[in-house]
Structure formats: C-alpha cells, structure tokens
C-alpha cells in the first residue's frame, strides 16, 4: 500500500483491502474452481483456482505487502509451503538447517527430499564463523529459525544472509514465530520467507496455512510455477479466514509479548523450575541480536521442570493452559517437544541440539496474565513429589 509505513495500518489496508467491484471493504470468498473464458485465448484474468483465485491473490499480496517482498504465495499449510521453497533444488544440493528447528523441517528433509537426492547438515546458525565455515561445494541454501523451534536460540540473520550471499548460497527464513509485524527478514538480507500462518498470521487456531513471500522477480517466477504445478494452494475460504487474522495481528502480538514476559518472569523465579529460555532476558544469549533485528522478544517459552516436579502430573493439571500441538493462537498451548513436535527428530540428535525430555515449550496465549500464571502456579504446586 503505497506511502503506508505503519505495520498497523498495513495489515488492515495492505494487500488487496476492499473488493474492486463493489467497494465490500472485505475481499469476497471466491468459492469457485473454474472460470467462464470470454473467448478462446481470452479471460479476465483467472482460468482456474488451483493456478490464481482472487481471494487467495488478495492474501498474497497481503503478505509480500507485509515481508516487504514483491511476490507472495499462499499454500495449503506451512510443510506445503517449505515444501514447495525446497523444490527449487535439486539432486546433489545440499541444504544447511539451524540446530534447532521444527520437527517438520527435519522430517520433509530426512524423510522425503533426501530420497531425491538432496542432502541436508544441521549447524550452529548462531556462530557466523562456524556456519561459514560449514558451507560446501554443494551447499545451495540455509534454513534459518530466529529465535528457534523449541530452544529459542537467535540468530544474527543479516550477518548470516551476508555470508551467505557472498557465498552464492540462499537464505531461507522460517519467520513463524516472529511475523512481520515483530521482524521482517527480506529487509536483514534473506532471500525466502515462509509462515506456517497456521499460528500468530490466523491466530485462532482455526486454518491451516502457509506462506512464502520472495522479491527477486526469477526466484518467484520458479515458485509460481512449482506452486501450480505441484498445487499445494490455500483454498479459498482459508484465505479469507487468514486475512481476517491478519489484520488483528498488531493488537494481539502486542498482548502476547507482554503477557509472555510476565509469564516467563514466573517461571523463572519459581523454584519447580530449572531453566527458562526467553530471548527477552537480558541475559538470554541472543537478546542483543534480537534486540536489534526485531521489535520484541515474541510470545514463545521453553523451560524444563525440575527432578522434584512430575512433568506428566503437570502437565495433566494444567485446566487453562492446554496440552496440544501448535502455538500462536489466542489460547495458551503448551507442548512437550521430545514427544510431540519434534519426535521425528532421532534421541540421538534431539540431545545433541539440547532438546531434553524434560523441555516443555509454551505458547503464551491472550488471556489475562495473572489467569495463566494461577494456573501454572497450580499445576506446578500439584506436581512437587
């Protein structure tokens, strides 16, 4: 939206913002799979809605609008949406991950793209030296997660596109758990970014979705392709329920963050709990880094109980906080990686990178923060052996 610089305006009125034939300030949910042609070799700009539905087009541009990107892509969820970002490589690449990162990235990695002949290495993302330094012949892209799925490291994404870059290697950014309204990594140097917008883009928990957004005009022309081709496409009820998201975004992410601080000064200061990871920590590794290249530390926690605290006992008194896969809904969800989110990830790797059995990640919800501490507080008492 031109001369809108304000992230809260621009996800209200960014994009598509209203329907150009009536003036419907919400974009029609275009429920439809297929086009009338005017004439042979002739339409109004849609043939199919696997190849271009104008709701999902509005969600698209709604996106780029946001990633200060020039071309977006709206897919069926966030796998469907990585997927077809890896489908721009092909046999003998290979790919570099952060340590940390969601169990569904290893997975389509480890499991599918390697039988393809593309191999991947996880590596310290967070020590630009050592990452340089594990750049091969073959390497043609990094995955990067900042602040990571579950551990919440953060990596310095300017400095590693650079390195990067310099390299001839691309940059791919998981932007999930930041949106574009805390960071916006297109700006940092990277040259891909994908959402599961399943999580803080919807934020109610009730699409599934994801989104890549790009600006170089022939990286996108390949997406648009392996996008049709492959046709992973949001549909487009989805694409209106995520628009609709999207534009609370501003006001809920603001609530998040501060109820996660007040959360996560709890739970460090009770003593159930061991260790809490919370880039909003002065102390936290990567506070300066995240500090500098976002607007806020994000709404996401990990912590590991202590020996003397039962983490099945917990975890089964929680009564507002829910045991459930996911995060960045209005609700507050915890989860327990090892066994959940991350159990595709082989023991060995799992304790290598420092997820533990112990680790529990929380999502911290919008609910009012005194409510979700009391029922921490609850269950963490409920739990002491």
Known sequence: MAGTTRDETLLIHGGIPEDPRTGA????????????????????????SRTGNPTREALEKLIADLEGGRFGFAFASGMAALTTVLSLFSAGDEILTSANVYGGTFRVLDKVFRNFGIA????????ADAFEAQIGPNT????????????????DIAEIAKRAKARGVMTIVDNTFMTPYLQKPLELGADVVVHSATKYLGGHSD????????DDEETAKRLAFLQNATGGVLGPFDSFLLIRG????????DRHCENALAVAEFLRASDAVEIVHF???????GH???ARQARGAGAMISFSLRENVDLRLFLKSLRLV?????????????????????????????KKVGISDSLLRLSVGIEHRDDIVADLKRALDAARR
């Open 25 to 48: 300030v919400n974009v029609p949910i275009y429920q439809t799979s297929t086009y009338r042609q005017d004439e042979l070799g002739r339409h109004r700009g849609y043939e199919y």
């Open 120 to 127: 991947y290495r996880m590596v310290d993302t967070t020590d």
């Open 140 to 155: 043609k892209a990094v995955i990067v997660e900042s602040p990571a799925n579950p551990l919440l490291d953060v990596t």
């Open 207 to 214: 699409v599934v979705a994801g989104l890549a957004v790009v």
């Open 246 to 253: 999207i534009k609370t975004l501003g006001v809920r992410l």
């Open 279 to 285: 880039p909003g920590f002065a102390d936290h590794p």
């Open 288 to 290: 300066a880094i995240q």
């Open 322 to 350: 829910a045991l459930a896969e996911s995060l960045g809904g209005v609700e507050s969800l915890i989860c327990h990686p090892s066994t959940m989110t991350h159990a595709s990830i082989p023991e060995e790797i799992r």
